[in-house]
């Protein structure tokens, strides 16, 4: 008998400090066990003692409030229950604005249903570092459809500086370019030309 307690009492006190919040609720629809994890995750104040032994409708009226939409999070509860079997990886947010992954789990002894567990994991930082990544990716992609590059051989007349393109004809410089990049033109004489130019003028 002194075995099996010292085993309970081994099981309780690993499960009380887990880095994720953990609920059990028996088959007498009262809650048997919950850690402080759970407790800090969605701010409760009452003390652990005071759960332990609600029933689970009791219990929803201290939890429900701390999510960002309790009536929404009611029916969540409910479908999750209702399905009979492992529901994993459901994600949901909080008043406080932090972002949970909740798994739902029956406990199953024998065939039967003597339970259920919920499992909360704080997931706002992972949520935070991929929006972040999601955020410069949009950016990254948003400049590449902006950006067009000119490389390669530009075969151009050494006289009048047409440039021949992929058909083998020759067209304006101006228009070559434009057509495959972002650039765009502005014309004006440069001094050697401006001399150029009057000189000839007179």
Known sequence: MQQVQDVVRLYHTILSHLNYGLL??????????????????????LP???????????ALAHILPAYEDPPG???????????????????????????????????????????????HR?????????????????????AHSRIKVLDGLLPICATCKKIRNE???????????TRRSEAAFSHGICPDCKARFFLNMG
């Open 48 to 58: 652990t003692e005071v759960f332990i032994g609600l029933t689970a409708e009791a």
């Open 73 to 119: 999070t009611l029916k969540l509860i409910q479908e999750m229950v209702s399905r009979g079997g492992p529901v994993l990886g459901v994600e949901t947010r909080l008043r406080s604005g932090r972002e949970i992954l909740v798994d739902f789990v029956p406990i199953v002894v024998d065939g039967e249903v003597r339970g259920r567990i919920w499992q």
């Open 24 to 45: 059990v609720v028996g088959e007498d629809e009262r809650i048997a066990f919950l850690n402080q994890r759970f407790r800090e995750q969605l701010g409760l104040d």
């Open 167 to 177: 058909q083998g004809a020759w067209e304006q410089m101006e228009g070559y370019i």
């Open 122 to 142: 704080d997931i706002t930082e992972r949520k935070q570092v991929e929006r972040e990544r999601e955020r410069l990716n949009h950016e990254l992609q948003e």
